[in-house]
C-alpha cells in the first residue's frame, strides 16, 4: 500500500507519484490488451501527497485522543467493548504511522522510492500486520456487541478483561504472522517479471483476509442483533441496546464501503487490465487507497455521534490538558465515577 515511482519515458510533463501496491499483467488475460512501452501516469498529480499529510497532521492527533479517552473508560468501567475500542484505535494510530507517514510519504514522496529492495519488502511485512490487526479487532469487538446484546446473560458470566486481554494478544500475534508471506508482495514499479501464482495467491489472501470473510462476519452478526431486537419489539419489551446496536452497524457498513472500491479495483487490475497499462485504473487504485485510509479516522466521529459518555470523557480529557494544576475543577457535563466501581455494566456507560 506504498506510492511508487518512477519518470516515465516519452510521457508529457506530467507530476508523477507513486502507486500503492500495483502488480504486473495476468499471464492469463495479457493477450486481450497491446503492450506499451510507457507506464501510465499518475494524473492525480500531488492530490495523494497533500491528502496523505493532512490525514496523518489530523488523524493522528484525534487517534491520540480516542486512546486516551478509551484508556480511562476502560479502566473504569473494566468492559471488554471499550478494551477493544483501544486496541482497534492503536491498530489505526500504527497503520496511520506504518502507512500513510512511512509508506506513502517517506518512501514515495520524500525519498522517490530510492529504498533497498529488502527494506521496502519489510515494511510490507509491518504495512499488513497493521492492516490485518485493525480488521480483525473490529471483527472480535462485533462478536463482543453480539453476545452482549443477543445472549447477555452468557456474555455477563463469560467476559472478563484478562480474557479481552488475551483475545487481543493473539489477534495481535496472528496479524504479525499473516503480515510475513506479504514480504513477497510482487512491486511492479521495481520487479520486471510478470504476476507468478504467488502473486495471485497473495492478492486473493489479501482480499479474503481484509474484506470478503470479516464483511461475512460483520452482515452474519448484524443480521442476528436486527432479528433479535424486532423480535424484542413485536413483543413489547424496550430493551437498552439501540446505541449499541447503531453503533455497530454504524462501524461496520463505514468499514465495508471504505474498503470496498480497493477491493474492487484490485481484482479489475489482477484480472481485467493492470495499473501500469490503463491510466484510468491508475487513478482508481489511488482513490480507492485514499477512500480506505479515510477508515483510520472516522470512528471517532462515530464516538462522539454514538455515545455521550464518549463525549463527556472527551472533553475530561481536554480540560485536563488545558488546566493542570485546578483540581476539582471538571468541564460541565463530565461524568465522574467512583473509583472502586464493580465490573458490571452501568447503564449509560455503553457505546
Request: proline share 8%; hydrophobic share 45%.
Amino acid at each position: 500500500m506504498r506510492l511508487e515511482g518512477q519518470e516515465a519515458a516519452g510521457q508529457p510533463q506530467v507530476t508523477m507519484l507513486p502507486t500503492p501496491n500495483g502488480s504486473g499483467p495476468s499471464q492469463e488475460f495479457g493477450g486481450h490488451w497491446p503492450e506499451t512501452p510507457e507506464r501510465s501516469p499518475c494524473v492525480a498529480g500531488v492530490i495523494p501527497v497533500f491528502y496523505y499529510s493532512v490525514l496523518l497532521v489530523l488523524g493522528l492527533p484525534v487517534n491520540l485522543l480516542t486512546a486516551v479517552a478509551l484508556a480511562r473508560l476502560a479502566a473504569r468501567t473494566r468492559k471488554p467493548s471499550y478494551y477493544y475500542l483501544l486496541a482497534l484505535t492503536a491498530s489505526n494510530i500504527v497503520t496511520q504511522v506504518v502507512i500513510v507517514f512511512v509508506g506513502f510519504l517517506l518512501q514515495g514522496a520524500v525519498l522517490a522510492r530510492q529504498v533497498p529492495q529488502a527494506v521496502v519488502r519489510t515494511a510490507n511485512i509491518l504495512e499488513f500486520a497493521a492492516i490485518h490487526a485493525s480488521v480483525w479487532i473490529a471483527v472480535l469487538l462485533t462478536v463482543d456487541r453480539y453476545s452482549a446484546l443477543c445472549h447477555p446473560l452468557h456474555h455477563r458470566v463469560a467476559s472478563s478483561p484478562g480474557r479481552t486481554r488475551r483475545n487481543i494478544a493473539i489477534v495481535l500475534g496472528a496479524a504479525l504472522l499473516t503480515g510475513i508471506p506479504f514480504y513477497w508482495w510482487l512491486d511492479v514499479w521495481r520487479d520486471a517479471d510478470p504476476p507468478s501464482t504467488l502473486d495471485e495467491v497473495l492478492k486473493w489472501a489479501h482480499c479474503l483476509t481484509v474484506y470478503f470473510i470479516p464483511c461475512g462476519i460483520f452482515l452474519v452478526t448484524s443480521s442476528a442483533i436486527i432479528s433479535r431486537l424486532r423480535r424484542r419489539g413485536r413483543s413489547g419489551l424496550q430493551p437498552r441496546v439501540g446505541k449499541s446496536a447503531a453503533f455497530l452497524l454504524g462501524l461496520t457498513t463505514l468499514f465495508t464501503f471504505l474498503w470496498a472500491p480497493r477491493i474492487f479495483v484490485m481484482l479489475y487490475h489482477l484480472y481485467v487490465v493492470p495499473v501500469h497499462r490503463d491510466w484510468r485504473v491508475h487513478l482508481a487504485l489511488d482513490v480507492a487507497n485514499m477512500v480506505a485510509m479515510l477508515n483510520t479516522v472516522v470512528n471517532f466521529g462515530l464516538y462522539c455521534f454514538v455515545s455521550k459518555t464518549f463525549r463527556a470523557t472527551i472533553r475530561e480529557v481536554v480540560h485536563d490538558v488545558h488546566l493542570p494544576c485546578v483540581p476539582g475543577s471538571r468541564p460541565e457535563g463530565t461524568v465522574v465515577e467512583p473509583g472502586l466501581k464493580p465490573p458490571g455494566l452501568p447503564e449509560r456507560a455503553e457505546l
